[in-house]
């Protein structure tokens, strides 16, 4: 079982920024790809950045060179840096982790990112 953690959410003004951590607790399997998903209120869960072991990055279009997705292998680590932040990112952002191995996601409980007009 792989338990992610984050930290780092909050109110901030559009135009602000702030960043995102996540890890994910030891496991012997090997971890895939970490990433980000956000869901506002009433609309479904969607994916906001998500980076491989090996480096290669996927951005939804409305987050594309405002935010900066980055990881450690070696510590199960993700973050999300968000630049230029606008109240339509407002939402619950959660930390995802995929296991090839298992064929399945496995997920954090969210962290709210509030943004203020």
């Known amino acids: 079982q792989v338990q992610l953690v984050e930290s780092g959410g909050g109110l901030v003004q559009a135009g602000g920024s702030l960043r995102l951590s996540c890890r994910a607790s030891?496991?012997?399997?090997?971890?895939?790809?970490m990433g980000w998903y956000r869901q506002a209120p009433g609309k479904e869960r969607e994916l906001v950045a998500m980076?491989?072991?090996?480096?290669?990055?996927n951005y939804a279009d409305s987050v594309k060179g405002r935010f900066t997705i980055s990881g450690d292998n070696a510590k199960n680590t993700v973050n999300l840096q968000m630049n230029s932040l606008k109240p339509e990112d407002t939402g619950i952002y959660f930390c995802?982790?995929?296991?090839?191995?298992?064929?399945?996601?496995?997920w954090g409980e969210g962290t709210l990112v509030t943004v203020s007009s």
């Open positions: 995802t982790a995929w296991i090839a191995m298992y064929g399945r996601n496995y």
């Open positions: 030891q496991t012997s399997t090997t971890i895939n790809a």
């Open positions: 980076i491989t072991t090996a480096g290669a990055t």
